[in-house]
């Protein structure tokens, strides 16, 4: 099986020289930013988060976006959400795909940015446009926000990280410019590292597959046993490589001769969460986590 290395966990690593500009070329353009959208994940919304996002902005007013709520376990994602605005943060929560209805960001944003042109009418200076920089980490639906604020493309969208490399001026319409920027993470991913991987905010070569496979299938095993048995088993053997030629055998993975093609399968359990064919699951549980 290729690259299926046992994961140790042991802090991982994956921080591009692009994220390290990233943060710097956001801190030089800050001054011209009036308020910050973050986008997290509704099925990891504490992993999601950037862990030094406050560092980063500093002070600016922030809205968190909170996309793929349609494929979150909403009682659960609901006490994250419960629990940002309880630390003061506006928040949305949002589907992306299919018809989207924006008005609550936009009337969000134009709130926010009224008491921000008082400020600027007291000062002596003018009222101006909403300029809105947008973060987030890798994959996480920055792109098809943008594309769906501005009602056309008009930025790159794949459902893999790294697909933005640059930070970029977009206009939206005449009340709103967004600063398009590259996905960020952090140097040490630490205990987040499988939940980031589950949802693919880092690239798959550098992943243990094999490990973050079974992974997934453990926490399906935990926290939604209806969907396991649904879409792959009836449980887990303790021999993870058991329940892999099951699979394999339930969901036809196999190669000539009637044998299981383990890495097919491991990309198949990879790719349902992926691409959305697995609904209703929130991996970052809201007991037991440390909350900072």
């Given at each position: ?288 986590v440390k909350h900072e």
């Amino acid at each position: 099986m290729a690259n299926n290395k046992k994961f140790d966990n042991s802090p991982i690593n994956w921080y591009p020289g692009h994220m390290a500009k990233t943060k710097r070329l956001i801190k030089e353009n800050l001054s011209l930013i009036d308020i910050v959208y973050e986008i997290i994940d509704a099925r990891m919304p504490y992993s999601s988060k950037i862990e030094d996002s406050e560092e980063i902005i500093k002070s600016k007013p922030k809205i968190l976006i909170m996309t793929k709520y349609d494929l979150c376990d909403k009682k659960e994602t609901d006490k994250w959400i419960n629990y940002y605005k309880e630390k003061g943060y506006n928040i949305l929560s949002l589907n992306l795909e299919g018809n989207v209805n924006l008005k609550p960001l936009i009337n969000l944003t134009l709130e926010v940015m009224e008491n921000i042109n008082q400020k600027r009418v007291a000062s002596g200076l003018k009222i101006r446009k909403v300029r809105a920089l947008v973060v987030g980490i890798p994959n996480v639906g920055k792109s098809t926000l943008i594309n769906r604020l501005a009602g056309k493309k008009v930025t790159n969208i794949g459902n893999k990280p790294g697909i933005t490399k640059n930070l970029s001026w977009i206009r939206v319409n005449d009340n709103i410019e967004l600063l398009d920027t590259p996905g960020i993470l952090w140097p040490k991913l630490k205990d987040k590292a499988l939940n980031l991987a589950s949802f693919t905010a880092i690239k798959e070569e550098v992943l243990p597959l094999f490990e973050v496979a079974e992974y997934i299938l453990k926490m399906l095993e935990k926290y939604y046993p209806d969907i396991l048995k649904t879409r792959y088993t009836e449980k887990l053997n303790d021999d993870i490589i058991v329940t892999l030629e099951e699979i394999g055998k339930k969901r036809g993975c196999l190669i000539k001769g009637g044998e299981v093609d383990y890495d097919k399968v491991i990309a198949l359990i990879i790719n349902d969460v992926k691409n959305g064919y697995i609904k209703g699951i929130t991996f970052d549980r809201f007991k037991g986590v440390k909350h900072e």
